[in-house]
């Protein structure tokens, strides 16, 4: 930081030494930390690409036992795993879930789940939840990877086309949002 004290991108420098160090990617510090409420809804928003006012948004953060602008310390919320890591939390987690993708919900996250995975060029049974297990989770076990094709393929194949194929997607959201790797960070 301070040797580069009088360069005009001071910041950007220091911050790309910060995220090329050996020290930051080691292996050890790779999904070790357990996402806030705030971080669990809106990286399943961002990773939808989805749409929302925010106010129900905001009432899932808050049933996740984080009410925004209303901690009662100066410090701030916590950052500690533990303190957003109760079953009861737990299920907030996979409810809010839920909720963002009910079909025909005023306040439901607005994802076309069937154009999102057109769009993105995944089509098959295999390839969405490929998709899916790697920007939702990094890296996975194979269990997780047969249970999800298997939950999705169910006894009569996938397609997109098919008539269930967004209810399917939904459910399959809602399984992997609450595998534990996805409340890491």
Do not use: C
Not at 3 to 20: C, E, G, H, K, W
Not at 27 to 33: D, F, H, R, Y
Not at 39 to 53: C, H, I, N, P
Request: no cysteine.
């Amino acid at each position: 930081f301070k040797a580069t004290v009088s360069d005009p991108n001071q910041i950007s420098q220091v911050l790309r030494i910060i995220f090329t160090s050996a020290e930051f990617n080691a292996p050890a510090n790779k999904l070790v930390k357990i996402k806030t409420p705030l971080e669990f809804a809106t990286s399943f928003v961002r990773v939808l690409e989805g749409e929302s006012t925010g106010r129900r948004l905001q009432d899932h953060i808050a049933n996740m036992g984080l009410s925004l602008y209303e901690n009662p310390w100066p410090t701030g919320w916590s950052d500690e795993g533990a303190d957003w890591m109760a079953s009861g939390l737990l299920i907030e987690r996979i409810k809010a879930v839920e909720s963002m993708l009910r079909v025909n919900k005023v306040e439901s996250l607005k994802t076309d789940l069937l154009t999102y995975f057109s769009a993105n060029g995944v089509t098959t049974a295999d390839a969405i939840v490929d998709f899916l297990l790697t920007h939702l989770l990094g890296e996975y076990p194979a269990l997780a990877r047969q249970q999800a094709i298997a939950f999705l393929i169910g006894g009569n194949g996938f397609s997109l086309t098919d008539s269930d194929a967004n209810t399917r997607l939904r459910h399959l959201l809602e399984i992997i949002t609450s595998y534990p790797q996805y409340q890491y960070q």
